[in-house]
Each structure stands twice: as C-alpha cells, then as structure tokens.
C-alpha cells in the first residue's frame, strides 16, 4: 500500500471511532446510565409530595371532624341528620321532588305507552 492510502484509512478510521465516540457517549449518559429515569424519578417525587401533602391535610381535617363528635353533640346531631335521616320526635318530614334536571324524561311524542296487560287473543267468526 502506498503511504498516501494508509494516511487516508486511518483517518477515516478516526474519523469513524470519533463519530461513534460522539453518538454513543451520549447516548449512554442519558438513558442507559439513567438520566433519563432521574429526570423521570425526579417528576414522579414532586408529584408524590404533593399528594402527601393533600393527603395530610384530608388526615387533619378528619381528626377534627372525629374530635367533634367525640366532644360536641351539635355535630353528632348534624351527622345524624345529613346522612342517617334521623329526625327528632314530633318533627314532620317533608319530601320535596327532585329538581327539574334529576327528573326522568317524559315519553317522546307520538310514541304509545306501554300497556299493562297484553292485549287479548283475537276472536273467530264460527264457520258456516
């Protein structure tokens, strides 16, 4: 081989091994070594002491519900009445319809209400 071609191959054989060098290093770095999953790691943390944090608040506005109906019967009284229904005696209970927007839909128009009953077997005229 002459002198001039053995330059030539080796350069394109650095260029190549610096090619490779710079898509590979980076490459490596960022997903394999795992920047990626830091980065990723990183979000699902904050997201987390976020939801720590509602959920902390939800524990503490629970304790106080629970220390009132330890102590104060005016809660005990409203829990009772919101959610079990209870009433007091000689108290009367009026029920109102729902409102318009929780009211089923009457029948479209020209459409026939269902009947109760099937309707009777046809009759035949004797023979003659």
């Known amino acids: ?59 503490e506005r629970l304790a106080r519900e629970a220390e009132a109906l330890r102590r104060d019967p005016a809660a005990i009284e409203r829990v009772a009445r919101t959610e079990l229904g209870w009433v007091k005696p000689g108290e009367i209970v009026v029920e109102l319809p729902p409102p318009e927007e929780q009211r089923p839909a009457p029948p479209a128009v020209g459409r026939r209400p269902a009947r109760a009953s099937p309707p009777a077997p046809p009759t035949r005229a004797p023979h003659r």
Request: proline share 2%.
């Open 1 to 59: 081989m002459r002198r001039e071609t053995k330059t030539w191959a080796r350069r394109i054989a650095a260029a190549g091994l610096v090619s490779f060098a710079l898509a590979y290093i980076p490459y490596h770095v960022y997903s394999r070594s795992g920047l990626a999953r830091t980065l990723s790691l990183r979000r699902d943390l904050a997201s987390l002491r976020a939801r720590n944090r509602d959920l902390a608040a939800e524990n």
